[in-house]
Nanobody, 126 residues
């Protein structure tokens, strides 16, 4: 599956952005999905994830109550609604896919995901 992330940009603190990840080559209906981010000089970290089977959702503590992950397996898209943005949310955001055959809990490590989008820059000014 090929993933294409979009929707990043420059926004003032307190503002909102909606990221979208479009899939091609295969339906998202075969994958657990996640959003990650990487700030300069920092490791890539999980932002939010959603399982295909059961629909369980995970949010990193830093974004709980502000970000919402959603998926549309018919439209083949994964979205991340980001509200009340803070300067510390500044990073390159990546969407990623992992096999939905995994029967464990939500995966939060980057090395657990197989396919990656190219990243979209989010910059939050203070």
């Amino acid at each position: 599956v090929q993933l294409q992330a979009s929707g990043g940009g420059l926004v003032q603190a307190g503002g909102s952005l909606r990221l979208s990840c479009a899939a091609s080559g295969r339906t998202l209906g075969a994958y657990d999905m996640g959003w990650f981010r990487q700030a300069p000089g920092k490791e890539r970290e999980i932002v939010a994830a959603i399982k295909l089977i059961g629909g369980n959702i995970y949010y990193a503590d830093a974004v709980k109550g502000r970000f919402t992950i959603s998926r549309d397996n018919v439209k083949n898209t994964l979205d991340l609604q980001m509200n009340s943005l803070k300067p510390e949310d500044t990073a390159v955001y990546y969407c990623a896919a992992a096999s939905a055959l995994f029967r464990g809990g939500i995966r939060t490590r980057p090395d657990e995901y197989i396919y990656w989008g190219q990243g979209t820059q989010v910059t939050v000014s203070s």
